[in-house]
């Protein structure tokens, strides 16, 4: 394809077009009127040599063929807006159409996005911020190509290439039902830990039932029986209540998702690992882009209002 032919505007309204779905809606994103919003949709068809987004009950729904063009559109669009940014700097509160994309875990949605959103509401209003899953496998990828800003975590492993900076330290705490049996005025031993049955948060889909204390089981030559596996953090402590399991988290997402009906114990001395760091891993261009180390920035901040 001759890029010469493609204009910028067209891409750009193919963007607005895919995230709203509505031709006038589309057209005040980008401060055009409808009429040029649907010339630039017939143009991008005949580009594309495809319908791209077809009108439907529901909005311009995009075809397969739009769904695919996407990622690839929208991360060249994000790039050509941040090699704009260099130079000029970055002012939060006139940000309007900068979208940022954090790559955050399950504990990270539950313990720190919410105080990020706070604080990208009140200081860059105008700004979108795009919340996707923490890939283990490809987060690395995505960070160097710029489909993800800044990935958040605990027990990342990022390669020299990256920036990490570490924002905070977590630790391990157990969670059961307040009238489990097993522990009722019992303290938590070792023997009791290994005894009794186990929910785990397995955030990989390659069915592993294995988790970082599994690592300190197997230094004193004991095993756990986790008996359920789960992949979202928040479904441990519906597991927990009312039932013989017990389920062993970061104690702030413990303290967040736990309720009424569930205790928090410290582990066996014998398997806490101890602290572990939850970290901000980024791409080493994010200093020279001035809107992501703004970002960066910001998340700092996020983590001071942590009250726990």
């Not at 919410?114 to 899953?133: G, K, M, S, T, W």
């Not at 489909?147 to 900076?165: E, F, Q």
């Not at 479904?235 to 389920?247: K, N, Q, R």
């Not at 398997?271 to 001035?290: E, L, N, T, W």
Request: proline fraction near 5%; include cysteine.
């Amino acid at each position: 394809m001759n890029l010469s032919a493609i204009d910028l505007n067209l891409l750009v309204a193919f963007e607005a077009l895919y995230e709203t779905r509505n031709v006038t809606l589309a057209g005040q994103r980008i401060h055009r009127a409808q009429p040029s919003v649907s010339s630039a949709l017939n143009r991008l068809r005949r580009v594309f040599n495809d319908e791209l987004f077809v009108r439907t009950a529901d909005g311009m729904q995009p075809t397969d063929h739009a769904v695919a063009l996407m990622p690839a559109i929208s991360s060249a669009l994000d790039q050509i807006r941040r090699a704009l940014e260099q130079g000029a700097g970055f002012d939060p509160a006139a940000a309007d159409g900068r979208r940022f994309t954090l790559a955050a875990s399950d504990y990270a949605d539950v313990v720190l996005v919410p105080h990020i959103v706070a604080r990208l509401r009140r200081e860059a209003p105008a700004a979108d911020l795009r919340v996707a899953r923490l890939d283990r496998a490809t987060i690395y990828e995505q960070l160097d190509n710029g489909s993800a800003d800044i990935a958040i975590g605990g027990h990342l492993t990022a390669p020299k290439r990256m920036r990490v900076t570490p924002l905070y330290e977590e630790s391990f705490v157990c969670i059961a039902d307040k009238q489990h049996a097993g522990l009722r005025g019992r303290k938590l031993t070792l023997d009791r830990y290994v005894a009794l049955p186990h929910a785990l948060f397995v955030p990989s889909d390659d069915g592993s039932a294995r988790g970082v204390i599994d690592a300190s089981l197997a230094r004193l030559g004991r095993k756990r029986r986790v008996a359920c596996t789960f992949a979202h953090i928040v479904a441990l402590p519906h597991a927990v209540v009312g039932t013989d399991l017990i389920a062993t988290l970061a104690r702030r997402a413990a303290l967040r998702l736990a309720g009424q009906a569930l205790s928090l114990r410290p582990l066996p001395v014998e398997v806490d690992p101890g602290p572990f760091g939850i970290d901000m891993v980024s791409s080493r261009r994010a200093p020279a882009d001035a809107a992501l180390a703004w970002l960066q920035g910001m998340i700092q901040r996020a983590v001071k209002d942590l009250t726990d």
